[in-house]
């Protein structure tokens, strides 16, 4: 059964850093296309960050390019999602997501409040 579970996330001060965490089981999560989402109260889900099969590549929509880093512990099969240089605009519930045998997968989710 694959499961998705997001951790870390967590009321910050803007300037801040989290790392949030993406504890993939019941398939390895090296072979396949790792992403992480977000989602604003009343916004529509949006990309964030794209590691390919093995790590190989990573993307990234242009408004945390340069603060934001998605890694991989593939000894873990867990998927990491690095923030730093928080902003008020990055305040959102924030998901894990895989497609696995054409089927998507997301995790919970994990609230992220960036706030003073």
């Known amino acids: 059964q694959v499961q998705l579970v997001e951790s870390g996330g967590a009321l910050v001060q803007p300037g801040g850093s989290l790392r949030l965490s993406c504890a993939a089981s019941?398939?390895?999560?090296?072979?396949?296309?790792m992403s992480w989402y977000r989602q604003a109260p009343g916004k529509e889900r949006e990309l964030v960050a794209t590691?390919?099969?093995?790590?190989?590549?990573?993307n990234y929509t242009d408004s945390v390019k340069g603060r934001f880093t998605i890694s991989r512990d593939n000894a873990k099969n867990t998927v990491f999602l690095q923030m730093n240089g928080l902003k008020a605009e990055d305040t959102a519930v924030y998901y894990c997501?895989?497609?696995?045998?054409?089927?998507?997968?997301w995790g919970q989710g994990t609230q992220v409040t960036v706030s003073s």
């Open positions: 019941g398939f390895i999560s090296r072979w396949f296309l």
């Open positions: 590691s390919t099969r093995f790590g190989s590549s990573t």
């Open positions: 997501n895989s497609k696995v045998a054409g089927i998507d997968y």
